[in-house]
Every structure is written in structure tokens, then in C-alpha cells.
């Protein structure tokens, strides 16, 4: 029998139609010779046989050397592909070298060629997977990481030469796709998709798996399965998911693992036993609500990395971990019930690089060996008991950020390093938080050559000495806050260098001299507060200057004033020396009893500014008038009063709030809010700039909002704007639950807003949400002592809120939680789908809101009561899954409703379906968040009246007490 040559069967083949053309001529010489024969041409069958073989022979040797041949059904295959994400395309046969760069095909010594590994990683490839991939059965590696696949990934079972998967950062959703065929499987990447639902038990049987990487999947959710089978495991991650339940204990079983990342989840409980991961390197489980101690990783010899911040650990900081000469990332910050003292084994941390402890309850001293972390970049010790600290950090080099803020640390300023890193530009020391604290003694010399530093605040210590020449030297300083210390003495002229400098805080201190002028030379200085010092005088420069900054002054020579839009000087002198002379007696007569007055106002103002932050700017009664103009437009009203539009000097648009003349708040409960407030620093949150509380007048200026509220658009009141699409109201909603996430998750203690309404959520420019109003909320404790005696047959008059939003259990029983807040969250999910208010009842059935929602959704009837304005422009999907969470939010039962953490995975994972809907439409000219009617108006079948409020948005001056954000 004839056998074609092994060579023959390699690589593409160009000529590919000479060998199929060469097959067809064999068979039509073999047809010929057979008639020949039955017309008894006397041809033997040997004759017949030559003739094929030389007609073989003949076409293979035009075939060139190294051709190869793939099957046809996997060339058709690979077209699909092609087509499908619009690929180049190719000549021949696609395994021959050079023509497909995107796939490796398998040379087998006998047969065909076939497709062994495909990578079509970073083209940035849009639409789905093609199902029919799944028919290339021996491809043993597939990575289509890096590109905008959506959908589903299809049921991969039937490939079951598949080693790799790699789907890394894409769109793709659904369920976890079904690959319990893949018995060879060692390596599955999914990091960063939107897959949904629960990882399935079948996936942890595989005993092949290596490598399980799907963290970034914020709807994965469920119980982490048992794991008595992933002997072979190395590299499990599973962090920002929803994944819940505790850490099963069989995670032990997964003996040869070096990587465990299963942060920024919802898991709980203890931590399982780990001392038999001993190859273990790198750990987080930061961010989630685990609670009691922390392992002590003994038997673990080459940790890497060590994270469990946020969470509620407790008991001490076991000694294993600071025995561990390879760790380089240590974050246990933000654990309240983690006490003691830091280990006293920590001389052989050498290599450490990240060294988080802050926001414990950390006691005594902090050990000298923090001197030898020639290595450590960052040290975040803030906000424990600390009581002492090293006094000389020069041999840190690499360190980048040192915080020391609110402890009880005394002794002098550390000295701080300025020699290798600065000099050889590595990155420098640039933020030095060391206030709140009982630090004495003078600034170290060391500091004048912090060169990089950017910020430094040193405010509430014990301090003293004059300011050091050599702070000229700190050329890229932003904010200086050195306030409510015994620093003396002149402010050095050499500020004049500070040329990058915005903030400067020397305020309630004993400072001397005049203000400099070299402070004018400043360009980018916009808050500058010297009050409290015994300066004696302001230079004649800054009565002329036409700078619009934020300048505090009020200690000295009492007729000393600051003039922030100073008339001509001349006029001025010459008025007051002619009258001067006529009314000199009258002057005198009048002083004393002006004096006294403004002495006696001077001091309450004074005590009543005290505690209150720098940071939030006190504006005087004649200031509110002329930023408002007299209070010439309101913008607003609510249960506070009215709401005003005003100008800053600097044109910065302002909302001003003046409580009404009926309201029952004190003095103090005043104070308390503003406290409250000046410490709300989100995204999501309308920043609160400063306050004014003069002659009875409690008053609150916060940033405007051009784009008033959502209730505004919901309705169409007092704007020619299309209604919101859906999407557009979706990206508002998102936003306003990243604020209340905020107030209840990472506020310490956390807040309760209260008064969670669509008239509360304020928009700016970009329509980007805020939540305003938060003049009613409460921290927890004190929304608890608030109803001690709580008439369960009655209503307190305590009561806050809006009808209609108010959750049961606090309006009936006084409790008052912020599932509170959910509920009215549920409120307002439910309104802006619907486009109706929760007070009346305008559904066809007569029911309320919540109730026709409800029984819309049991009939599977959403559209029903879906906001008419939209149409049928939304995904029925993402519509379901928001009313459900909705309903789910207004449970009876508090404890039944959801956290706001997630509530906002669900309006992403709707947001990101409509985004996907919104894709696959034809581009428009514009982008616009509003409905486009077909006839091109913005009229809406209905229209209902509201209530009005603004703010607006402008640049917020960044807290100087809390200037950086991790």
C-alpha cells in the first residue's frame, strides 16, 4: 500500500488544491481504467496500479517541502473566529509558520495537524464567545484576557484537553461555566468579569488545579466550598467578590498553597487553622468581617505579605508574624478590638515595606527596632494609645509616609531621614502626620532638609521654639499645619520660598512682629489662618491686595482689619484725618461702649470656636450678606429653614442655609452638627464649607449643586431637560449608595442619615450625585440614647424624617438603625423607577407604591409600573434585579434588609447590563443621560410637583488635618 511521506503532512500548504486535484485525478484514472477493463481493453489490474502510482507521484512532487495540513473542520473553525472578531485573515494553511500568530497547532508524526493553544489576548475584542470554538477538542490552552468579551462563558466541558483558561479582565457575566470534564485543568483565570452566582463544588473536586484566580467578580457571591481536594493548589484568589460564611477549615488541606488573597469580601467568623500551609507567602483577607485572633503564622517561613485590616480581630499581635525575615507588607489597621503592645521581636523585619497598625487599640510604647526598616516606605500608626516613640527614623532612607495622628506620644520629634533616598531621587519622605499627640520641645534640625515633603501637620502638640529658618528649604511643601502649639517669635522671611504652598495653619500659638509680605509673593496659597497669636501688625501690602484667599485674623490690635476688596488708601486717609479732627471727641465717647460690646461677642464667638475644626471656614453675619446679596434668591426650603444662592469672593458658588427662626436647636446641638459634619469627607457626600452663628442666626454654607436634585428631574420641575434614561439614573443611584456606604461603614463612629429622600440626593454638573441634608443624622450612639424611654403606644416627638420614607421600626417602636437608612434607600429605588411619589397612591390598582411594585413583580408584570418617560428603553434584567433588591430593602424587619455594600453591587451589576445594551445600539452624535423622545421633545406622559433644593458643585479645599487618602 501506497503511504504518503511524513514531511508531506507539515505546516500550510499553498498548493494545497494541487494535492486535492491530484486525489481527483487518481479516481478519474481509476474510473477510465475500470470501463477500459469492462470493454475489455485488455488491461491487467497491475497495469492499472502503475498508472495510479506514477499519477501520485507526478502531482506530490509539485507539492513544496514543509507544507502542512490542518483538518478542514478546524480551519472552519478558526474562520469563525476570524469573522467573529474581524481578525486578519490568511493564505493556505493556517498552522504553517507565520500565518495565524494567534494559535500554536500540534505537529503530531502521523495525521493531520491540529489547534493546540489559542491567544487572542489584549485586542481589545468586543461581542461574545464563539460556541463554536468548543468543537476544538484538543486545544489545551485558550487566553482571551485583556479584551471586552461580554456574555456568557460557554459550558467548556467537551474540551477536555483543556490545561489553561484565561479570561482575565473582561465584561463577561452569567454563572460559573461548567467544566466538569476538564480533568486535566491546572490553570483558571476569570480576575475582573461580572460572573454572578455561587463557585461551584465541582470546580474544588479538581485535583489537577494549580492556579484559581477570580478575584474582582463583585456578584460572585455564596460559600467558599470545601477544599479536601486541592492538594496541588498554589495560588488561590478570590478577593473583592460577595463571597460570604466562614473560611471552611479544610482550607488546610491545601498544603502546597503560596498565594491566599480573600479580601474585600463579606466572610466571617474565625480563621481556620493555617499552620499547615507552611509554603504560604503571600495572605490577605483584609476587609471583611472576620473576627478573633490573628494567626500566628510560625510554621509559615517565607511570608511575604500579611493583610487583615478591617475586619474585628482581636486578642494581641502574635510575635510569630514580627519573626518573619522575608515580610515586607504587614496591614492589621482598622481592627477596634486589637489591644496590647507591638511584639518586641521586630529587629529582623529588614525587609518590611508597608507597616500598617492604625485605627487599633494599640498600648505603650513603640520599640526602637522601627529605627533599623531601612526599607520601610510606609508607617501608619495613627489614631491607638501609643505613649512613646524612637527618637531618630535617619536610618529609615526609604521612608515615604510616617503618621503618628492621635496617640498619646510625648518626647521630642523624631528626627526624620533626608540622605539616600532624597538625594539619589528614590521616592522621599513627602507626609509627616504627627498632630494630636503631646510632642514638646523645639522642630529638629533634621526637618529642614525634607527637601520633598509635601504636607506636614504637627497641630495639637506641646511644641515650642520659633519656626526655622531652613523651612525655606521644603520648596515642594502644599499644606503646613502647625497650629494650637507654643511656637514664638517671627514667621521667617524665608516662607517666600514655599512657592508651591496652599494651606498654611499657625494659628493659637505666640507668634510676635508683623505678617510678613513675603506671604503675598505666594501664588498658590489659598487658606492661610494666623488667628491667636500676638502679631502687631499687618503690612500695608495686604490692605492692597486684590488676592481672593481664605485669611483669618482676629488677634492684636483690635483695629487692625483685613480688607479683601480695599477702596483707594488716599480716599481713605484723607476722610479720616478731616473728620478725625471734627469728630474726635464723639469717637472717644462712643469706643468704650463699642468695645465692650464686641469684646463680649468676641469671647462667646471665641469659646464657641474652640474645639471646632480649623479646616471649616467661620463666615461673620456681614459676610453672609454680601455673598448672598442680602439674601436676594432662594433657592429653596425644607424643615431647616431656607436655602439661599451665593458667591464667594472667589466666584465659588455657594449654598447658604439659614436655620428658621422656630427652630428648637441650641446653641450646642449647633456646635455638635458642625462637628459632625466637618469630619464627612466622600465622593458622594455635598461638602459642608463653613458656618456662621451671629445674632441668633444658625447658618451653614455648603458647595451648590447646578443640577438641584433628583427629584427634580424625576418630576420635570423647573427645567426644559429630557426625563433621565435609565442608565442615567442608575449611575445616580450608584453614587448616592457609595455616600451612604460611607456614613455607615467607614465613619467611626458610623452615621445615620435620617433623611434619605430623592429631594436629598443633589446633582452636580455632570449629574454626578451627592448626598445633602445631613443636618438631621446622627451618629449610632447617639441615635440610640435618643429614645431611652420610648412610649410604645405612641409617637415621640423626636421623630425625624419624610413621610412616606420613614422606616417602620424607627416611626413605631423608636428604633433607629442604618437599616433605618436602607429602608428609605428602598424608598427612593422604588421611586425612581416608577417616577411616582410614595406618598399617594397613583397606580390603577389603588395601592401603594411598594405593594403594586410587589405584585407587579410576583406577576412577572414589572413594565407595568416602570416610569412611563422610559419607555421600553432598559434591560428587563437589570430593571428585576433592582426591584428586588428594592423590595428587599423595605423588609419589615430591619435585620432582613440588606448592607448598602450591597445594594450598590446590584445597581453596578444593572448598570453594567444596560452599558452592554447601550453598546450594542447605534452611536449617537452625543452622549446624553436623558430620554430622546422619537419626535425629539422632552415632553412626558406625567408630571408631578415637588419640592426644590440646590447646592453646587466647585473645588473643596482638602481637609489639612486629613490630607491624605488611602
Known amino acids: 500500500m501506497f503511504s504518503l511521506p511524513h514531511h508531506f503532512q507539515v505546516a500550510q500548504a499553498p498548493e494545497m488544491s494541487v494535492f486535492r486535484s491530484s486525489s481527483d485525478q487518481l479516481m478519474n484514472a481509476k474510473d477510465t481504467s475500470m470501463k477500459k477493463k469492462n470493454m475489455s481493453c485488455g488491461w491487467s489490474s497491475q497495469h492499472v496500479l502503475v498508472s495510479l502510482l506514477l499519477v501520485c507521484l507526478i502531482n506530490l512532487s509539485k507539492i513544496p517541502q514543509g507544507v502542512a495540513v490542518i483538518a478542514p473542520e478546524e480551519e472552519d473553525i478558526l474562520k469563525i473566529l476570524q469573522e467573529s472578531f474581524n481578525l486578519p485573515g490568511w493564505v493556505g494553511d493556517p498552522c504553517q509558520p507565520g500565518a495565524v500568530d494567534w494559535i500554536i497547532c500540534y505537529d503530531p508524526p502521523r495525521g493531520l495537524n491540529s489547534v493546540e493553544k489559542i491567544y487572542l489576548n489584549g485586542l481589545n475584542l468586543r461581542g461574545g464567545i464563539p460556541a463554536a470554538m ?18 456568557p462563558i460557554p459550558d467548556l466541558s467537551n474540551m477536555t484537553s483543556l490545561t489553561k483558561v484565561n479570561f482575565d479582565i473582561n465584561s463577561l457575566s452569567g454563572s460559573f461555566p461548567n467544566m466538569s470534564g476538564l480533568h486535566d485543568i491546572t490553570e483558571i483565570i476569570l480576575k475582573k468579569n461580572n460572573i454572578s452566582g455561587t463557585i461551584p463544588a465541582s470546580l474544588f473536586q479538581h485535583r489537577s488545579l494549580k492556579t484559581l484566580k477570580m478575584s474582582g467578580n463583585v456578584f460572585l457571591s455564596g460559600h467558599l466550598p470545601k477544599m479536601d481536594q486541592l492538594t496541588n493548589l498554589t495560588n488561590l484568589e478570590l478577593e473583592s467578590c460577595a463571597l460570604n460564611g466562614t473560611i471552611p477549615a479544610s482550607i488546610g488541606s491545601a498544603t502546597k498553597l503560596t498565594v491566599l488573597y480573600l479580601g474585600s469580601n463579606q466572610l466571617s467568623g474565625p480563621l481556620p487553622d493555617l499552620s499547615a500551609l507552611t509554603d504560604l507567602q503571600w495572605f490577605d483577607a483584609g476587609n471583611n468581617t472576620l473576627t478573633g485572633p490573628l494567626p500566628p503564622f510560625e510554621s509559615a517561613g517565607q511570608l511575604y505579605k500579611v493583610q487583615l485590616h478591617s475586619n474585628d480581630m482581636n486578642g494581641t499581635i502574635p510575635r510569630g508574624i514580627f519573626q518573619q525575615d522575608n515580610l515586607q507588607y ?42 533599623k526598616w531601612a526599607q520601610v516606605n510606609v508607617m501608619e500608626l495613627q489614631n491607638n494609645h501609643f505613649t512613646s516613640f524612637p527618637s531618630n527614623l535617619s536610618g529609615c532612607e526609604s521612608l515615604h509616609v510616617i503618621k503618628l495622628s492621635n496617640n498619646s506620644i510625648s518626647g521630642r520629634l523624631p528626627e526624620l531621614p533626608y540622605g539616600k533616598a532624597q538625594d539619589n531621587d528614590q521616592k522621599p519622605l513627602q507626609y509627616i502626620l504627627m498632630d494630636n499627640n503631646n510632642f514638646s520641645g523645639e522642630i529638629p534640625a533634621s526637618w529642614t532638609h525634607l527637601k520633598f515633603a509635601v504636607g506636614i ?25 502647625m497650629s494650637r502649639n507654643a511656637f514664638s517669635g517671627p514667621l521667617p522671611e524665608e516662607f517666600r520660598n514655599l512657592q508651591v504652598l496652599e494651606v498654611l495653619d499657625l494659628s493659637n500659638n505666640q507668634f510676635n512682629g508683623t505678617i510678613p509680605e513675603v506671604l503675598l509673593e505666594l501664588p498658590l496659597l489659598k487658606k492661610l489662618f494666623l488667628q491667636n497669636n500676638s502679631f502687631t501688625g499687618i503690612p500695608e501690602a495686604f490692605l492692597k491686595t ?21 477702596k483707594s488708601r488716599n480716599v481713605v486717609e484723607i476722610v479720616a484725618g478731616v473728620l478725625g479732627a471734627l469728630l474726635a471727641v464723639l469717637i472717644l465717647s462712643l469706643l468704650t461702649y463699642i468695645c465692650s460690646g464686641k469684646r ?51 466666584n465659588t458658588e455657594v449654598a447658604v442655609k439659614v436655620r428658621s427662626d422656630d427652630s428648637s436647636q441650641g446653641v450646642n446641638e449647633f456646635k455638635n452638627e458642625i462637628k459632625l459634619l466637618s469630619r464627612l469627607h466622600h465622593r458622594n457626600l455635598v461638602p459642608l464649607i463653613g458656618y456662621c452663628i451671629e445674632s441668633k442666626n444658625q447658618i451653614l454654607v455648603y458647595v451648590y449643586m447646578p443640577k438641584g436634585t433628583l427629584e427634580d428631574h424625576l418630576y420635570h420641575k423647573g427645567s426644559d431637560e429630557q426625563p433621565l434614561s435609565w442608565k442615567a439614573r442608575l449611575d445616580i443611584l450608584s453614587n448616592a449608595a457609595k455616600g451612604l456606604e460611607y456614613l455607615h461603614k467607614d465613619c467611626n463612629p458610623p452615621v445615620i442619615h435620617r433623611d434619605v429622600k430623592t429631594s436629598n440626593i443633589l446633582l452636580t454638573e455632570k449629574l454626578e450625585a451627592k448626598f445633602g441634608d445631613l443636618g438631621i443624622s446622627k451618629q449610632i450612639a447617639e441615635a440610640q440614647a435618643e429614645f431611652p424611654n420610648f412610649n410604645q403606644t405612641g409617637v415621640s416627638t423626636a421623630i425625624k424624617g419624610t413621610i412616606g420614607y420613614l422606616d417602620p421600626e424607627y416611626f413605631s417602636r423608636g428604633k433607629l438603625t442604618t437599616k433605618s437608612d436602607v429602608f428609605s434607600f428602598g424608598v427612593v429605588l422604588l421611586e425612581t423607577i416608577t417616577g411616582q411619589k410614595p406618598q399617594v397612591r397613583n397606580f390603577p390598582s389603588g395601592m401603594s407604591m411598594m405593594e403594586s411594585v410587589a405584585a407587579a413583580d410576583l406577576k412577572d408584570e414589572i413594565d407595568t409600573v416602570v416610569d412611563p418617560a422610559l419607555g421600553n428603553r432598559y434591560n428587563r434584567e437589570g430593571m428585576r434585579k433592582v426591584v428586588k433588591m428594592a423590595l428587599s430593602c423595605m423588609a419589615p424587619a430591619g435585620e432582613k434588609r440588606p448592607e448598602m455594600r450591597d445594594i450598590l453591587r446590584v445597581l453596578m451589576d444593572a448598570y453594567v447590563i444596560e452599558l452592554g445594551e447601550t453598546l450594542d445600539e447605534k452611536p449617537q452624535k452625543a452622549v446624553n443621560p436623558h430620554v430622546q423622545w422619537d419626535d425629539g421633545s422632552s415632553n412626558r406622559p406625567t408630571t408631578t410637583t415637588g419640592s426644590t433644593s440646590a447646592f453646587s458643585n466647585v473645588s473643596f479645599s482638602e481637609d489639612v488635618t486629613k490630607p491624605l487618602a488611602r
Open 457 to 481: 501637620n504637627i497641630a495639637y502638640n506641646n511644641l515650642s521654639g520659633v519656626i526655622p529658618r531652613g523651612f525655606g528649604n521644603l520648596t515642594s511643601l502644599q499644606w503646613l499645619n
Open 600 to 650: 463680649k461677642v468676641r469671647r462667646q464667638l471665641k469659646e464657641f470656636r474652640a474645639d471646632l475644626p480649623e479646616t471649616v471656614q467661620y463666615f461673620s453675619l456681614r459676610e453672609i450678606n454680601a455673598i448672598t446679596e442680602n439674601f436676594k434668591r432662594e433657592i429653596g426650603k425644607g424643615g431647616f429653614g431656607s436655602v439661599y444662592y451665593g458667591k464667594l469672593p472667589d
Open 134 to 151: 468548543l468543537n476544538l477538542r484538543n486545544v489545551s490552552v485558550i487566553d482571551f484576557s485583556g479584551n471586552n468579551l461580554t456574555g
Open 546 to 566: 486684590t488676592k481672593a484667599w481664605n485669611f483669618t485674623y482676629d488677634k492684636g490690635d483690635p483695629n487692625l482689619k483685613v480688607i479683601k476688596r480695599p
Open 330 to 371: 504587614f496591614r492589621v489597621d482598622h481592627n477596634p478590638s486589637l489591644s496590647g503592645q507591638l511584639p518586641a521581636q521586630g529587629s529582623r523585619l529588614t525587609q518590611l515595606i508597608d507597616f500598617y497598625v492604625s485605627d487599633c487599640n494599640l498600648t505603650g510604647p513603640v520599640p526602637d527596632y522601627v529605627q
